[in-house]
């Protein structure tokens, strides 16, 4: 499928995976200054992620956690840390039963919302967890 814009999640014969992953490159690819496209397109990759978590929480938790990761990383973009941080708080929580990248990743998000919010000391923590989980891989 060709992704041209965040309607193509809605074409006839888009699975639901395939519908959250173009939103996300959708919400990816807007212009910083783009106005809410972006964040309204993440955001509605999550409501989709959430309902098939809720469904088969095993077979989709990595990817919830990259929406909110997602979402979080463009809300702290356009300097919104306050509404950025719960996002990148549930991306670490959902990761940790995962680990790997998925899990480093996260914690770098929320390193980048705790440290846009003035908590140095947490982002660094959070840092320092994410550099001890990518050793151990």
Do not use: Y
């Amino acid at each position: 499928m060709i992704r041209k814009g965040s309607d193509d999640a809605t074409r006839k014969g888009t699975s639901d995976v395939e519908a959250i992953e173009g939103l996300l490159a959708f919400a990816a690819n807007r212009p910083r200054w783009g106005g809410s496209s972006a964040i309204k397109s993440a955001s509605e990759a999550v409501a989709r992620s959430r309902a098939l978590f809720r469904e088969s929480p095993a077979e989709h938790t990595a990817l919830l956690a990259r929406c909110l990761r997602t979402s979080a990383g463009l809300l702290l973009g356009r300097g919104r840390a306050t509404e950025a941080l719960p996002l990148a708080q549930e991306a670490v929580a959902l990761t940790r039963s995962i680990g790997g990248a998925p899990l480093v990743m996260a914690l770098g998000r929320l390193a980048e919302a705790l440290d846009a919010l003035n908590r140095h000391a947490e982002a660094a923590a959070a840092l320092a967890e994410a550099e001890s989980v990518a050793r151990s891989d």
